[in-house]
């Protein structure tokens, strides 16, 4: 499989476990020997597995449930660093985020998600709009 579609596989394996409230799932998708960081969308920074898996836990456990979908993802691969930028689709509105991923033991994890408020984009595809290795 090339690499950029290993890491689309990746990024959605990271919003399918989002989408089924699959806490297992999730922890399985984030790096465990790389320091991690995440920015959920108006929280303050959040260092470390512990912090990171304790947010996403209590998201997963006690917000509603919520519809999301990745659209327009758009792949960068820098050797063993990629990068995933793409819209998320959610009842609520349109977020724009930031997937950092590194290949840790023969897979793409995530070490950084980052998710802030946007204006749709002009037409949203499931497709990859712009994947580039």
């Not at 449930?65 to 659209?71: F, L």
């Not at 998710?115 to 037409?123: K, M, N, R």
Request: hydrophobic share 45%; net charge negative; charged share 20%.
């Amino acid at each position: 499989m090339p690499e950029h579609a290993a890491v689309l596989f990746a990024n959605d394996a990271f919003y399918l476990a989002f989408a089924n409230r699959d806490l297992d799932a999730m922890e399985d998708i984030w790096a465990k020997e790389t320091s991690i960081t995440c920015i959920h969308p108006g929280w303050e920074p959040l260092l470390g597995r512990d912090e990171v898996m304790e947010s996403l836990e209590a998201i997963l456990n006690n917000s509603p449930a919520t519809n999301i979908s990745c659209k327009n993802p758009t792949v960068r691969v820098f050797g063993g660093f990629a990068c995933v930028i793409c819209y998320e689709v959610l009842d609520q509105g349109v977020l724009v985020a930031t997937n950092i991923f590194v290949h840790e033991g023969g897979q793409w994890k995530i070490i950084h998600h980052q998710a802030g408020a946007a204006p749709p984009p002009e037409s949203m595809e499931d497709d990859p709009s712009d994947v580039m290795q």
